[in-house]
């Protein structure tokens, strides 16, 4: 037996590993599950807190604030004090802020207990993805661990509208948020058992960055989706300004710093570049998608949330497929052209949802689209950690987190204001209130003429394919990008 042998087998990963990668996969379900959850209950919140739209709107959005704000920090901390102890206080403490949610006497202590699930969530998936780089030393398997984490993901987008309508049928809008807690004491339970701790170099925390840190993805995101609702506005604007100037001092300051919240020197790495940019394309068409279709179904089509969810489930199953299959092609064919390959086949989706007309077109177009980005995050997330030493593994996982956070909520504003553009175009000449005129949802409740509402609906169904066609046409050049990378 060869050294290279013995040091392969001595790397290779045990039952205790994968059963603790079964364990890891339940927080990484539970985050998309209980997202989905609570847009599903936002109808019954409203009415039993008899909370605004303003309000519903921050119940939904803090969340993925603080959560995008944090993670880089998060990361690093988990470098610094141990990943499995940060995921276990996460796990705790998402427990608890879950409880506060569920019995939140106001609109605004529900708002502030979703602020703490941000918080709290932030821990998951960089704790999950840098104990994966620790538990699975060999790359094939720590690649079929991170598909297994995706898919997880996409599971619980999938199941969310089920569960999700089952509680809300039954009990009360608090039981949406309850789900979290016995799954946080699952993990609790086990995860001490079968979790590894890992922690990597000494290295102070520096303060200064962490808070340069959210003061550049706080308002950046936030400013992001104050474009998607809204449009270019002076508030939207200069939070997106704000954002950049914070990014700008934060960059500078890590490039000074002996122990930086974020090494720069990863992005010296070809393949982390273009893993970084290939999720944060995907995830900008992928999320921009989502939006549009939930409103087609149910402002074109005319179904329930309850049915546009169900209708949406099949395109998660999709991610999972093309997830769970990629790291077995990337061993024969290459993780580049596996990507590649799935970039391609996302553009053919896109292609069909240039034509939609009804749910069959799209059911297709949306499941070929999944189904092509399911290798991409999984294999990309795959080549972020990887590229990282164990050292930085937090660091990296953060990164592959945030990069998608980014990418999503600029995928809904770019692609969203898209749609709003040539949506008012198509009703510039329609005689109808000035609502009606800025949004289909708004022209839908007006109670318009069947004239006028078909023309709102062919305008937004207008925007839709142009959208199609865009992104069918960035899908298509990254690929070609990301094909011509080394094998």
Request: aromatic letters at 6%; hydrophobic letters at 55%.
């Amino acid at each position: 037996m060869t050294d290279s042998t013995t040091a392969t087998d001595a790397a290779r990963a045990t039952r205790r590993e994968w059963i603790g990668l079964a364990v890891l996969s339940v927080p990484a379900l539970l985050a998309s599950l209980e997202l989905t959850v609570t847009h599903l209950a936002l109808p019954a919140i409203g009415v039993g807190l008899s909370a605004s739209s303003t309000q519903l709107l921050w119940i939904v959005d803090i969340y993925a604030f603080v959560l995008a704000g944090s993670l880089i920090t998060i990361g690093k901390l988990g470098d610094w004090i141990g990943r499995r102890r940060l995921l276990l206080v996460g796990a705790a403490a998402y427990g608890v802020a879950s409880a506060l949610a569920a019995y939140a006497p106001t609109p605004e202590l529900l708002i502030a207990a979703r602020a703490f699930m941000g918080l709290a969530g932030a821990t998951l998936m960089p704790s999950t993805l840098s104990l994966i780089m620790v538990m699975f030393r060999l790359a094939r398997q720590r690649a079929v661990a991170v598909s297994v984490i995706v898919a997880s993901v996409s599971g619980g987008t999938a199941i969310g509208p089920l569960v999700g309508g089952w509680l809300l049928e039954r009990f009360w809008w608090g039981s949406a948020f309850l789900i979290g807690v016995p799954v946080m004491v699952l993990l609790l339970a086990l995860g001490r058992v079968l979790l590894p701790e890992h922690r990597g170099a000494a290295e102070r925390l520096d303060l200064v960055s962490a808070v340069l840190s959210m003061a550049a993805v706080l308002p950046l995101v936030y400013g992001l989706k104050r474009v998607a609702a809204e449009g270019l506005g002076l508030v939207a604007g200069v939070a997106v300004v704000v954002g950049v100037v914070f990014g700008w001092l934060f960059v500078r300051r890590q490039s000074k710093l002996d122990s930086p919240l974020v090494d720069l020197r990863l992005f010296r790495n070809r393949t982390f570049n273009l893993a970084v940019g290939t999720l944060v394309v995907g995830i900008f068409v992928l999320w921009g998608l989502n939006l549009l279709v939930a409103q087609y179904l149910q402002l074109v089509q005319g179904l329930s949330p309850l049915g546009a969810g169900l209708l949406t489930a099949p395109s998660a199953v999709g991610v999972i497929v093309g997830s769970v299959v990629a790291p077995r092609l990337a061993r024969t064919f290459g993780p580049s052209r596996v990507i590649g390959v799935g970039l391609l086949l996302s553009a053919l989706g896109f292609g069909v949802l240039t034509q939609v007309n009804g749910v069959g077109l799209l059911l297709v177009g949306t499941i070929t689209v999944s189904a092509g980005l399911g290798p991409m995050m999984a294999l990309a997330t795959d080549l972020v950690i990887g590229a990282a030493p164990p050292s930085r593994a937090g660091m990296a996982a953060a990164i592959s987190s945030t990069a998608p956070q980014l990418g999503g909520a600029l995928g809904i504003a770019a692609l969203g204001s898209v749609v709003v553009a040539v949506y008012r175009n198509g009703m510039s000449s329609v005689d109808v209130s000035a609502a009606a005129r800025d949004s289909l949802a708004s022209a839908v409740a007006s109670g318009l003429s069947n004239d006028a509402l078909a023309t709102a609906r062919e305008s937004f169904v207008a925007g839709f394919h142009l959208v199609a066609v865009i992104s069918a046409a960035l899908m298509a050049l990254t690929a070609v990008v990301v094909s011509r990378a080394p094998r």
